[in-house]
């Protein structure tokens, strides 16, 4: 299949003479006054991983589940949430436990905190 976008290869070449103008850069200037407080990190997350999203993520998932005819455990939104949260920070990417159960497994002194006080047994 062709392509009759592109340029043949045969025809790419420099062209003499041409003079490239560098733009004028604005660098970025803060609108915020130096006493003004910036709003939180967690702020601007949370304006891309809104509840509508994580609600649509739920229908998703449990649709999913359907479609496979797996048990239908009806996930929640907050349940997707702190799904969210353990793995942004790649907790679970990052240490590489042989067995899952090592981040929330009281028994060992490898249990992960955050990991642990949010997931069920």
Do not use: C
Request: charged share 20%; glycine share 4%.
């Amino acid at each position: 299949m062709k392509n009759y976008d592109l340029t043949p290869k045969e025809k790419i070449g420099w062209r003499k003479g041409v003079k490239f103008i560098t733009p004028l850069i604005r660098w970025f200037q803060s609108s915020k006054s130096p006493g003004e407080v910036l709003e939180s990190p967690m702020y601007f997350f949370n304006k891309y991983f809104t509840d509508d999203l994580y609600q649509m993520m739920g229908e998703f998932t449990n649709l999913y589940a359907i479609q496979n005819h797996q048990k239908l455990i009806l996930t929640t939104t907050q349940e997707l949430k702190t799904f969210v949260g353990i793995h942004i920070p790649v907790l679970m990417g990052n240490l590489h436990y042989p067995r899952l159960r090592f981040y929330w497994d009281s028994k060992r002194s490898v249990r992960i905190p955050i990991v642990a006080d949010n997931v069920p047994k």
